[in-house]
C-alpha cells in the first residue's frame, strides 16, 4: 500500500507540554509507517489556518489540529471532510472532525480552585495570571472562577494579570513581586499555565511568604516541576494533562480513522470525543484530589450508595 | 518611463528576488505532487490577502520615505471591534463604517503626530501600535470573540465563481494603489516626497497635506486588511495585528529586491506576500522540518535584498 | 601644521552673530527635562498610593530588571548612534540563552564553555549582521529582520521548542546571587556601564560611531573607517544581547524558546529614549535612564494593580513624551521655518 | 521709476528672526517691472531668507509685502506662484529618481479625465520648456545620471513652467559651468525682452555688471543702498556690502616652486574618461578647470580613493602609493576639501569641536590606541577658530547652525589639523562671498608657501588665472590642455574649455579673415 501523509498543524510549540505531545503522535504514526508533516504556527491562527488549508490541498491522508480554536477551522474542515480527509482535534472541538481529544481542565481547574480555597481558609486576597486570547485557558479561568466566587471573603487583586506569552517566567516573576510589595497580605495566586507559576514561585520565595501564599496552576511543565521539587516551594498545587497520553490518543484515533473508507465511516464508527484525565501534583494538603471512583455497573453502584438504607432497589 | 542600461547584472540587481520566486515555484511543483495544483495555488492567494492588503498600506508610507508600523496594533483593534459590535447584534454595514473609521482615525492620529508635530515616523507609529493595542484590550477583555454568521463570513470566506472573494479585493486593491502611485498627480508626489521634500515643496504643493493623506489612506488600508484578516479566520482572536507585524515588513522589503532595486514597490510587494506563503505551503508539501520556514523565509529575503543593494556601493543607514 | 599668518587676513564677516546666540540655552533645558519632571511626579504619585514603591526591596527588583534589559538596550543604542538598527537583538538573546542552557543542562558541558558559547554565537550573529550591512551593502533594518526570521528557526531547530530546565546551581547565581547584599546582575550592568560610558563617549571609536549616525559620507571622506566601525556596532549589539538573553535565562532558572522575543521591544524602546533623552548626546547615559524610567513605569503600574491595556498605553505614552520633548527642545533652536 | 502700478514686489518694513539671529530688520525693498535687480550682501545678510518671505516659505514676524499690489498675508506658496511669482532656490531642489520631464512638469502634469497622468504631453510640455535654457539634456534622462550644472539647468527650466512674471534667482550661475553660464545668460536676455522682472542674487560681480540694471546691497539683515549699477563702481558695491575696502581681490604672491610632490599616471576614473597624466610640485597651484561634467571632481575623488577607480598609478613624493580609500589617502598626507561641504565635508548636528578634529583624531588628539584627549582637542580647535576666524560662539556649537562660508572653513580647519601636504580643492569658494573667498585664497597662498601642493578646482576662470600657477583644463573626461597663467589668458582659457583644440591657430585664422 501507499505510504501514508499525515498533517500535524501545531498552534504553538513553545512549551514542553506542547513539543512533548507533537512528538509523540509523530512517534506514533511514523512507528506505523506513515510519513509525518508537523507545522508551527508559533501562536498565530492565521497562519495555522493556512497550514491546515495546505494540508488539504496536498490531500494528505490525515490532518491533526493540535491546540487553537475550532471556530477558526470550520469552512477548511468542511472541506478536508468533503475531500475525504478525516480530521482528529487535540485540546479543541470542531464539528467536522472524526474525533476530539480534550483535555480535562474544567474538573481539573474546580478541583484546584477547592484546594486553593481549603489553603486559604475561605478568606484572603490572591491575584490571577493569564493569557489572553487562548481557548484552553479561557475554560480554565472560568472555572476557577466558578468554585471561588461562592467565596466573597476570597478577594481578587485588580483583574487577571495577562502575561506575555513570550516572557511567561520573568513577567509572571515581576507582576507576583510588586503585587507582595503593594499587598503584603497576599495569600494565593492563580495561574492558568505551567510557566507564570514558576515565576511565581520565585517570587514568593524571594520575598519570604512561602508559608503564607498558595498557587495552583496547570501543566506540569518540567520547569515548574523543578521548581515545586526545592526545598522551600510555597504551597502548590498543580494538575497536568499528560502530553504523552493525550497524544497517543489523538494519533491512535486518527490511525483507526484512516482504516475507513470514508470520513462518515469513521466519524460513524469512532467516539467523537474523548477527555483524557488529568493527574495531580500538591506539595501540601492534596487530600482534596481523592480519586474519583467508577463504578462499571448500575448494581456496584446502587451497591455502593443505598445498600443497607431502606430504599428499595427500583429494578 | 524607464530608462536604464539592460544588462544581465541590471536584471539580476532589479529582479532579483522575481526570478527566486519563480525558481521557487518551479522547484517546489517538480520536488512535489501536491503544489502545482489550482486547489494549492489558490490557496496561496487567499492566504496573502490580508497581509498583501496590509503591505500595501504599508508600502504607500514607505515610498514617501516614512515608515508606520501602527497596523500591528489597527490590525487587532479593527478586529475586536468587527467581533464585538456583530455579536452585539450591530448590522455589517454599520460595524463596516466603524472598522473603515477606526483606520480614518489612526491614519489622522499618526499625521498629526508625524505630519503636523514632526515627530519621527518609526517612533510615532510605534508609540500608536502601542495604544491600539491597549485599546483592543479593552474592547475584547482578552477574550476570543467568534462571528457565527454566515453571510457576513461570506464576506470574505466566499467566492464568485470559481474565484475566492478575497482574491479578488487583493488585486482590486493592487491594482487601485498601483494606479494611484504611478498614473496620478497625487501618486508622482507621493514618491518625489520620498526622495526630496523640499523641491516638492518648492512647487508649491501641498507636502504636509499629501503625507497626511498617504498615512490616512494607509490607514484606511490597514484597517480593511484587519477586517479582512478577522472574517478569514472567523473570529478576532487577541493581538492579531502583532502576528502580522513582521511578515508585513518583511513582504514590503522582499518587494524592494523584486522591481525596482531598493525601493519600495506595489507589484514588488505583491510578490513579496505571495513569495512568503509560496514558502510556506511549498516546505510543507515537500515534509519538511517546520523551523526550516522561518530559516528559509530570512534566509532568502536576505540574499535577494542583498543582491539588490549589491550595487548600491555605500552603507544604507535607517531614517527614523 | 600649516598655521595660516591670520593677521593679514582682514575678515570682517560674520562677528555679529555669535555673540546672540548664547541667549537660546534657557528655556531649552526646562523642555528637554520634561521627562524627568514627569516621572519624578509619577513616583511620587505611586508611593503615595503604594508605599511598598519605595522600599530599598523594589528599587532592588527595579535595578535587576533593568540591567538584564539594560545590555540590549546599549546593544541597541551603540547601532542606533551610528545610523543603523538592529531587530535580530531579541533573537540573537535567545539564540545565545537557548545554546547555553542546553550545552549545560541537556549536553553536560562546563558552565563557563556553555556561557562563552553563547555569547561567542551573539557575537557571530552580530558580525553576519554588519557583514551584511557593511560588505553587502543592505540596509539594517531589512537584513537583521532577515536574520530574525533565521534565527527563530535555529532556535526552534536545536531545542524542538522543549524548554530546558537549568540544572547547574551556580548558573542561576549569575542571575539570583547577591554579592555584598548587592544583586550580581548590577554588578554586570554596572561594569559593561561604565565600559560602554567610556568606549562612546571617550574613545575615537565611539566618537566616530556617533559621527557616522550624524553624516556617513562625510566621515568617510575624512578617512573613518565606517565599515570598520559599523561592523563594529553590529558586533557589539550582538555581544551585549547574549548578556540579556542568559541573565534572564539564568535569572527565571529556565530557558524557554520566546525568551528573547520581549528584549526587540524593549531595548528599542530604551534606547530610543536614551538616544532623545541628551538631545543624541551621551546615549549610554541616556538608554541607562531610558531602560530605568521604562522599569519603573512598568513596576509602579503592576503595584497599582493596573490590567495589561494600561501596560500597552503607559509604552505608546512614554515613547510619544520622550520624542516630543526631544522635538520641541530642538525645535526652539532651529524653529522650524514652513511650520507656522 | 515709475508709478505704484510699476512695483511688482515691494516689501514694508519686513522683520525677522530665527532663535539669536535677526535675519531681517525692518527693511523696505522694491522691484519695479521689467528690470533685472541685483540683491548683494555677505554670506548670511539675509538675501534668501527676504526671498523666501516673499514666495511665502518663510512668514515674516512683522512687516507688509505687496507683489504686484496685492498683500500677500495669508497667501501660500501656489497663491504666489498665481500672482505670477516663481523662484530658483540656492540650494538645488530636484529628484534624483524621476526623470528630467517628471522634474520640470512636478505640480504641473497634464492629466486625462480619470486623472491619469498624459505621458506623452508632458514630455512635449518639458522639453519646451527645457528648450529655452539648453539643448543639451534628454528630458527621459534620470536626474540623478545629470550633472549639478546640467541639474541647475533643469531646475531653472522647471521654474518657468508656471509663466512666471516674476523671477526670482538666488545664486543660480554658482552651480553653471561657464558654458552652460552663457547659456543662461542669453535666456536671461531674451527674458528681458519679454519683459521678465527678474531678482537676482549672486556674488559674482562680473555678473551682476553684465546683467543687472538695479543693485540692492543688504548687510547684517539691513537694506543699505539700491542703485542704478552703473551709477555704482564695484569698488563702491563691495565697500557697501562689507562695510569696509578690500583693495586686492586674490593675494597673489610668488611662491618658490620644489620638488615633484604628487604625480598621477593613467588614472582612469571610474568607466568614463580616459588617461589623466600630471604632476603636482611643492608650492605650487594647480588649477583644474572645465565646463559641465568634465570630470574634474571626479578626477579629485579618484585622486583621494573617494571612488573606485579604474586604474592608474598615483606616486607621492617619487614612491607610488596604493590609494583605495580616503584613509590611504590621508595616511599618504593628502586632503580633500569636497565640493558639497553640507553633504561630504560636515557633521550638521556635531559641533565645531568634534568636525574639526575628526581627520586627525587617531593620529593627534589620543593616547594610546583611542583614548580622547579633550584638552588637547578643545586647545587646538580654539587655536584655529582663531587663526581662522571662524565665526562661531564657541567649540561646542552645532556647525550646522553657522553661514555657509563659516562651515566651508571649518572644513578647511579640519585639514589643517591632519598635518597633510597635497590639498584639493574642490570648488571651495562656491556660494561664498567676497570677504570669505578673500580668507579662503589667503589660506591657500600660505599653504603654498609652506611648502604644500595644492590642486584647485573651479569653475571661475578669473580665480583660477589670479590664484594658480598652473592650470589644467578638461573636457570630456580628459585632461586637453595644460597652461601657465601667465601665459594665458581668460579667453584661451574659456576657447579650451568650451572643447577648442588650438587656440594660437584659431586665433591667427579669424585674425586673418578680419
Ligand atoms: N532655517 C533657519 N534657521 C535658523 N537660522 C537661519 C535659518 N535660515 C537662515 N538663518 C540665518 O539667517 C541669517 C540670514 O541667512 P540667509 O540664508 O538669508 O543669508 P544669505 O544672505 O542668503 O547668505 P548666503 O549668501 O550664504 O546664501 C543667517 O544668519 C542664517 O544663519
Ligand atoms: N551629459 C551627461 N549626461 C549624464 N551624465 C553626465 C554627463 N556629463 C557628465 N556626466 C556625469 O558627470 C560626472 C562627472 O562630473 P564631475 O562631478 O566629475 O564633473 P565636474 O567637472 O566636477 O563638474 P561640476 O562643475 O558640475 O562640479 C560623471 O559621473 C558623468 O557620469
Ligand atoms: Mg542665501
Ligand atoms: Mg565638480
Redesign the pocket.
Known sequence: AKQKVVGVSNLWLGNDWNARANQTIIDYLEKKGCKVISTNAGGKTGQQKADVENFVSMKVDGIIIKGGEGDAFLDVSKKAWDANIPIVTVIMFLPYAVHNSVEDSWQGSTNLAVWLVNQMRGSGKYIGMDAAGWHTLEVRKRAYGEVLRWFPEIKMIGKWHEVNPADPVNNAYKITKATLRAHPDLKGVATTWGLPAVGAIKAIREMKKEKQVSIISIDQEAALLAQMHKPNCPATAVVGIEPIVQGTEAAKALWAAMEYKTVQEAKANLPALSVIGVSYVATKGVDEFKPKKIYKSVNACWDGNFSGTKLKKPW | MQKQPITPKGIINNYGATFAFIIAIIFFSFASQGFFSGQNLQNILVQSTSLGICAFGLTFVLITGEIDLSYGGVIGLVGAVLAGMLKDGHSIGLVTVVCLAIGLGTGLLNAILIVVLNLPSFLASVAVMFICMGAERIYNQGVTTWIRDPSVLSIVQGSVGPVPLPVLYLFALFFICWFLQTQTKAGQYVRALGENISAVKEVGIRASLLKSGVFVFAGLIFAFAGYIEILRIGGAVMYAGSHLLLSVLAACFLGTATFKAGKANFPGTLIGAFFLYTLLSGFTALGMKFYLVPFAQGLILIISVAISSARRGKIEQVQF | MNKSNSNAVSTPALAN?PAEKASRKGNLHLIQYGIFIIFGLYYVIVTILRPGFLSLGNFYDIFIETSIISFVSFGEAIVIAAGGLDLSVGNMAGAAAMLTCHLMSNMGYDIWVSIVAGVAIGGLIGLGNGLMVTRLHMNSLIATLGTMFVLVGFLYGITGGVSVHIVPENFEYLGNGTFLNIPIPMYIMAVVFVLAYLFMEKTSYGRNITMIGGNIEACRLSGVNIKKLTLMTFVICGFLSTFSGILLAARQAVGNVDLGERFLLEGFIAAMLGTVIFNGKNIITGTLLGAIFLVSLLNGLTLLGAGPQWMYFAQGALLLVAIMANYYSKRSM????GKK | MGGQENIVIRTEQVSKS??G?R?LKELDFEVTRGEVHALC??????????M?IIVREYVEDEGNIFIEGHNVEGLGIRGVQELGLSIIH?ELNLIPMLTVAQNICLGREPVNWIGKIDWKSMRKMAEEFLSEVTSEIDVENFVENLSISEQQLVAIARSLVTSPRILIL??PTARLDQKSSDSFFSFIERAKQKDLTVVY?S?RLEEIYRICDRVTV?RD?KKIITEQINELPQTELVKYMLGREITQQVPKESVPIGEVKLSVKDLFPKEKGANINFDLKSGEILGIVGSIGAGKSEVARAIFGADPKKKGTISVAGKEVKINTPQDAIREGLALIPEERRDQGLVGNESVRKNMTMAALKKKFCVGPSWIQKDKEIEAVETSIRTLRIATPGTEQEVQ?????TQQKVVVAKWLMSDSSIYIFDEPTK???VGGKYDIYKLIVDLARQGAGIIFISNELMEVLSLCDRVLVMFNGQIIKGLETVATNREELLFYVMGGRDYAETANNSKGYH
Open positions: 552673530e532651529l524653529k522650524l521655518p | 530665527f532663535p539671529v535675519a550682501g555677505e554670506n548670511g545678510a539675509g538675501k534668501s531668507t527676504l523666501k540656492q538666488d545664486e542674487i556674488h543688504l539683515g547652525f553657522l553661514s555657509g562660508g556660494g561664498i562671498d
